[in-house]
């Protein structure tokens, strides 16, 4: 069964931190890198952060240095910290594999709102 289930998000100030759970299925979680995705009110959804099954990461230029994406295989889980939070963080924020497309499987996401 193809599942992903994003939770963790909420209301926080500018400054503020959250931490993002994303359970997968095994189908979409292993041997795969996954990622981290966000969509804003009126934009596309972006690529955020991704790691793959050795833990290697890499980010978006605007979240580098403030949020850490890291993964428990053993519980087919990833996770996305994120510190020093901005306004312009505020999005509805979605796991998946990495290079998955929009008429892939999505979960429902998780709502990130920081306030100024």
């Known amino acids: 069964q193809v599942q992903l289930v994003e939770s963790g998000g909420g209301l926080v100030q500018a400054g503020g931190s959250l931490i993002l759970s994303c359970a997968a299925s095994?189908?979409?979680?292993?041997?795969?890198?996954m990622g981290w995705y966000r969509q804003a009110p009126g934009k596309r959804r972006e690529w955020v952060a991704s790691?793959?099954?050795?833990?290697?990461?890499n980010y978006v230029n605007s979240v580098r240095g403030r949020f850490t994406i890291s993964r428990d295989n053993a519980k087919n889980t990833v996770y996305l910290q994120m510190n020093s939070l901005k306004p312009e963080d505020t999005a509805v924020y979605f796991c998946?594999?990495?290079?998955?497309?929009?008429?892939?499987?999505w979960g429902q996401g998780t709502q990130v709102t920081v306030s100024s």
């Open positions: 095994p189908t979409i979680f292993s041997r795969n890198t």
């Open positions: 790691i793959n099954v050795n833990g290697n990461t």
């Open positions: 998946n594999k990495l290079m998955a497309l929009n008429g892939d499987y």
